[in-house]
């Protein structure tokens, strides 16, 4: 099963929760995704954008899941350093901002490309609770050979008295950020707290895989957390991805041919800066 397929499984539960016929939804859909893609614009002025409607919800995953989730599972596969984490018996992964799914579904890739079997706890951290719903059952949908735990914790990275209550996730083996710094930059100053304190917080030899937009804004903010609390680089890229050829948009059917003729298509290219870190 690829990501677009798991994907359509995802897709066909939040398409029953919006209100409406399927004219009414397919119209709120198509709404959300035009409003996503200005707002993406200005993430510099506003961030922290607001996902609770389900047909943003919908709009996202159906546009944007699962490119970020090929970014992911490439970063991985390119990368021995990160891949050698997959070999342990157990991992811990915390997915920071990864209400989407993208973080979640590149890692499954991975280890079903690869044929990775480790007893893998995941733990799901966001803003917006409703992201749970998606994801809490990924290992009946995917009927993966290997056991699989999800966790969903509603953390605010802004709002010290909710994510200190959620420090957990500070000792996984691997932590994830993709797509995230340039969510909660433009409110960076109240945000940088709980960075500073996951970085801190980080156990020796944890890494941390960081994928955003291509802007010197988000990834020098990274390095400089990265730097100053001891991480060692492994790998450091830039530059446009291409989502790959074996995932099929009409694995989508029939959201693929409701939205594309209406200018709505999966993404499939990307400009990105993609980090993988080490705590020394």
């Not at 359509?8 to 016929?21: R, T």
């Not at 390119?78 to 973080?103: E, H, I, R, T, Y």
């Not at 992201?131 to 709002?159: A, M, N």
Request: proline share 3%; aromatic share 12%.
């Amino acid at each position: 099963m690829n990501c677009f397929q798991l994907i359509k499984i995802v897709l066909d539960e939040a398409y029953v929760v919006i209100p409406g016929d399927d004219a009414a939804k397919d119209a709120a859909i198509c709404k959300a995704a035009t409003d996503l893609s200005s707002e993406y614009k200005g993430l510099l002025q506003s961030g922290c954008l607001d996902y609770a409607d389900p047909a943003r919800r919908f709009a996202y995953i159906y546009k944007y899941t699962t490119s970020h989730a090929n970014i992911v599972y490439k970063a991985i596969a390119q990368s021995g350093d990160l891949g050698q984490v997959f070999d342990q018996n157990k991992l811990s992964v915390a997915c920071v901002g990864g209400g989407p799914g993208s973080d979640f579904l590149g890692i499954l890739k991975y280890c079903l490309r690869h044929e990775k079997s480790p007893e893998l706890r995941c733990q799901i951290l966001d803003r917006d609770a409703t992201w749970g719903e998606s994801w809490s059952d990924v290992d009946d949908k995917l009927g993966s050979t290997f056991r699989i735990s999800t966790l969903f914790h509603p953390l605010d990275v802004t709002d010290s008295a909710n994510w200190d209550r959620f420090k957990k996730h500070f000792g996984s083996d691997l932590i994830t950020m993709i797509y995230f710094l340039s969510e909660v930059y433009a409110v960076r100053d109240q945000a940088n707290q709980y960075f500073e304190a996951l970085f801190a917080g980080v156990a020796r030899g944890s890494r941390i895989l960081f994928v955003d937009n291509n802007s010197p804004q988000f990834y020098q903010w990274f390095d400089g957390l990265a730097e100053k609390h001891g991480f060692v680089t492994l790998a450091s890229q830039k530059g446009m991805k291409q989502l790959p050829f074996d995932e099929e948009k009409t694995d989508l059917e029939p959201y693929y041919s409701k939205f594309n003729g209406k200018g709505h298509c999966p993404k499939i290219r990307a400009d990105i800066a993609i980090r993988v870190v080490q705590k020394a």
